[in-house]
């Protein structure tokens, strides 16, 4: 059997962009939810300040919502079992997951990302800073989402639990990324900060990884 | 090599049948001429619902279309899952042929279901639950004395 | 040796001989650690008398670390022997682990009120501290939220095993971000200069705290190796 | 004795350090009453099981 891990990246991506509907509630949810944000301060010049903290909170709460998508309906029409059934490895099931999931948040929020930039009233250098950000963090956030999911897949009610479960681990890279910003305009850590988004990446990938493995042989018991 | 059925099929609701079964085919690694894949879809009579959705099919058309993938590989082994739940008398009959067929083709089936085949030459196996393994399971007591 | 305890049941015996041993020598040393405490140590130069609430603020704070590296030691054991005793124990330490955790925090608060001046800073260390305390939670969630109490413990040893990662932070954060907004205070420890009449109370209050732990664990254990019994009793009863 | 005295009269942060006393006691022993209540509990339950079981 000539197995291909990049097959898989390459199925992943068909279905999803199939599925065309999550992309489109992403980006509408994502829209709508930093407008709550703007309309709760009331008062342009806070969130000026906030803009940051605002996006990635927002841009969290998306990415959890969406990675429960992509794993419980594999899960539950019985593919994941297939697949693994098939001698994929649980390792590239998962990465090839995230690449897609990650191609999936990426093509929207280029699109958001000048809706942003007129919401917040920033200016383009703050800009610039925030779209680095994301293409360094939001790896290792869908990796984090992905393993969330799968804590969460065999569950029947109480599905609010992942949440609570893998939250912390995303305290790191919420310190890292929006501090980033203002060191960034300091031109003093500008490399330093980057540096440790792209070294928070490589901890959460072997760690996701190990983890996904050990959950997903126990999910077929 | 071999294929392997799970219980639940697995499809997806928002592809049609055709996209589906060339998404597994492409998965496995293995190409098939257009009018051959329309054969193998004539075994079921699943030609005309080639452009449907799989989420408007029906259960028992669906258990087909996933049954339509042991047609289109080339494989020794199957490996089924309950594969008649949900299926018509007709289509049992069908199910049965195929596999007979894949018999006398010199291949081998694996299948767990809770109808009796009566094919010829199959060797039964009935699982009961072993008591003293599942209670194991849960805990790592030896024995019922040992509890007490 | 450690084999020979493996089956839940020996352990069990082992359990109800140790129990009210650990449980006396817990109360006789708390009750000597609290002389010690108020009676027999001076009040600290530049703290004043607040620094009475290390003695019981340090010994939470150690076993809050020690507790969910016991966890993390049995998760390992279980996903790599799928022994049911590591199972029992890293189940049965999660809620200690949690109480230890938050009793560190409401006493380093209150200590932190008089000494700071504010009930909360957000430093590195009591971040790192409450996200352990958020860790322990998830892991009393999961161990409750499946049905089928194996898959639980699978889980909830894969959730400490990742959880592992915050343990040197809050060991060495004081170290690495020590110059952001940390006051003197928990690396003061470190540096030998420090009496031995304060050392004596916190020394007895930590073998205290320990003999606590270890009677809670075993009252805990027992009562895991009882419900897993009972499950296997139901179990039998509904196949025959 | 001289430095519970002092401790008492100076009055400063008696209060802080009595009330991180008492909370830190109570949250253990807390979690020790409840894990004994609870090991009680489960050990009727066993007992009346076997009962049951001999019965039979």
Redesign the interface.
């Known amino acids: 059997m000539n197995l291909d891990f990049f097959k898989l990246v390459k199925r992943e991506i068909k279905i999803m962009l199939k599925n065309f509907s999550i992309i489109y509630s992403f980006s509408t949810f994502f829209v709508v939810a930093s407008l709550i944000f703007v309309f709760s301060v009331n008062d342009i010049s806070y969130v000026k300040v906030f803009y940051k903290s605002i996006v990635w909170i927002v841009l969290i709460f998306s990415i959890m919502l969406v990675s429960e998508n992509f794993l419980n309906e594999d899960f539950n029409d019985g593919s994941l079992k297939e697949l693994q059934f098939l001698g994929f490895s649980e390792e590239s099931i998962m990465v090839s997951k995230s690449i897609a999931m990650w191609i999936m948040i990426m093509i929207p929020m280029l699109f958001l990302m000048p809706l942003v930039f007129i919401f917040f009233q920033i200016t383009l250098y703050e800009l610039k800073g925030l779209v680095i950000n994301l293409f360094l963090a939001t790896p290792s956030l869908t990796l984090i989402s992905i393993l969330s999911s799968l804590f969460s897949v065999q569950l029947k009610r109480n599905k609010i639990i992942q949440f609570v479960i893998i939250l912390p681990f995303f305290i790191p890279m919420i310190i890292f990324t929006t501090s980033t910003g203002t060191l960034f305009e300091s031109h003093n850590l500008k490399e330093n900060q980057f540096l440790i988004l792209i070294g928070i990446f490589f901890i959460t990938l072997p760690v996701c990884l190990i983890a996904g493995r050990l959950i997903m042989r126990e999910i077929n018991k | 090599?071999f294929t392997?059925l799970?219980?639940?099929?697995?499809?997806?609701?928002?592809?049609t049948v055709e996209?589906n079964l060339l998404?597994w085919l492409?998965?496995?690694?293995s190409k098939i001429q257009k009018e051959k894949f329309f054969n193998h879809l004539k075994f079921f009579k699943l030609n005309d619902l080639r452009n449907n959705l799989i989420g408007n099919l029906s259960q028992g058309q669906r258990k087909k279309v996933s049954l339509t993938k042991l047609l289109l590989t080339k494989c020794n082994l199957w490996i089924l899952d309950e594969p008649f739940n949900s299926l018509d008398v007709d289509s049992i009959k069908k199910t049965k042929k195929m596999i007979c067929s894949h018999k006398a083709n010199g291949g081998s089936v694996i299948l767990a279901s809770h109808i009796n085949l009566n094919i010829e030459g199959s060797k039964r196996m009935f699982i009961k639950?072993p008591?003293q393994k599942?209670?194991n399971?849960?805990?790592?007591?030896?024995t019922?004395d040992?509890?007490? | 040796m450690i084999f020979s305890l493996a089956n839940p049941l020996r352990f069990q015996r082992l359990i109800e001989k140790i129990e009210p041993i650990t449980l006396n020598i817990a109360i006789i040393l708390l009750l000597i650690g609290l002389f010690f405490c108020f009676f027999g140590s001076p009040p600290d130069y530049l703290q004043g008398e607040t620094v009475r609430i290390m003695y019981i603020h340090v010994p939470c704070a150690w076993f809050s670390l020690m507790i969910y590296s016991i966890i993390a030691l049995c998760s390992i054991f279980s996903i790599v022997f799928k022994h049911t005793l590591a199972d029992l124990i890293s189940r049965s330490c999660a809620p200690i682990g949690a109480c230890f955790t938050l009793a560190t925090l409401l006493s380093g608060s209150i200590w932190g009120k008089p000494t700071w001046g504010t009930w909360w800073v957000w430093d590195a260390r009591l971040t790192s501290e409450l996200v352990l305390l958020v860790i322990y939670l998830g892991l009393i969630i999961i161990n409750n939220a499946y049905e089928d109490k194996s898959k639980a413990d699978r889980y909830s040893s894969i959730l400490a095993i990742i959880g592992i990662i915050n343990l040197p932070i809050i060991k060495w954060s004081v170290d690495w971000w020590s110059t952001l907004h940390q006051p003197a205070s928990i690396s003061k420890f470190s540096s030998p200069s420090i009496d031995s009449s304060m050392l004596l109370p916190l020394f007895i209050m930590t073998f205290s705290f320990l003999f606590f732990f270890i009677s809670i664990l075993l009252v805990r254990v027992r009562g895991e190796i009882i419900q897993r019994k009972i499950e296997v009793i139901r179990f039998n009863r509904m196949v025959s | 004795m001289n430095y519970f005295l002092n401790f008492v009269n100076s009055g400063d942060h008696f209060s802080y350090v009595l009330s991180s006393y008492l909370i830190v006691f109570s949250i253990i022993f807390l979690i020790f009453i409840l894990s004994n209540s609870k090991t009680k509990k489960l050990e009727k339950e066993f007992v009346n099981l076997i009962k049951n079981e001999e019965k039979k």
Do not use: C, Q, T
């Not at chain 2, 799970?6 to 592809?15: A, N, R, V």
């Open positions: 090599m392997y799970p219980h639940k099929d697995s499809l997806k609701d928002y592809l996209e998404n492409e998965l496995i690694g639950s008591k599942i209670s399971k849960i805990a790592n007591f030896d019922w040992n509890i007490k």
